[in-house]
């Protein structure tokens, strides 16, 4: 079988450009086969050097060297922009215009928008639906029970709960056993609260 050749260049491989000419550093005479920036204001002209000088250079270069820390920053920030003016979300070009984009005209691959409906379409439920006091919400979710409740229900479903985790039942089963626990005190909770809201209502 025929081996297919690899023709992509290795790491450290001479730039195929590269001028026929030595190394740039003084008093070296090996072939410059590797380029390097002159400064940071000419960044498409090269010194050429060979390889071990052009690591020297490279380990020297500092990019930032001679800016103070608000130029550095504002230098970043253009970058992140492209060199290309920016204003606030909403905000268009010129003094006073607003422009607010419209979601349907939005391209939204990732369905972020779509999320953004659908968080606000189940805030708005949530509000519109009675609140669950803070101290039943584990109690009820041990129990399996949806809020609002009647004291029927939640008897008939602790009745159901109690005969299915019961020792007896899972022949003397102790994960049964601890849950079952679990589910007695949960009813505790949500019968004392169902009663204490009957008498509020009587008195």
Sequence with gaps: MMKRRNTRPRAFDPDPNAPQRCCDMPDCTKPAGYRAPRSRDSLNQYYWFCLEHVREYNARWDYYKGMSPGQIEAHLRADISWDRPTWTFGQGPGPGKRTMPNEEDILDPLDILGQNRRARAERARAQAEPRIPAHLREPLAVLGLDWPVTMVDAKAHYRALARKHHPDTNQGDLASEERLK?????????????QTEELEKAG
């Design 182 to 194: 679990k589910i007695n005190v949960a009813f505790t909770i949500v019968k004392t609260h169902l």
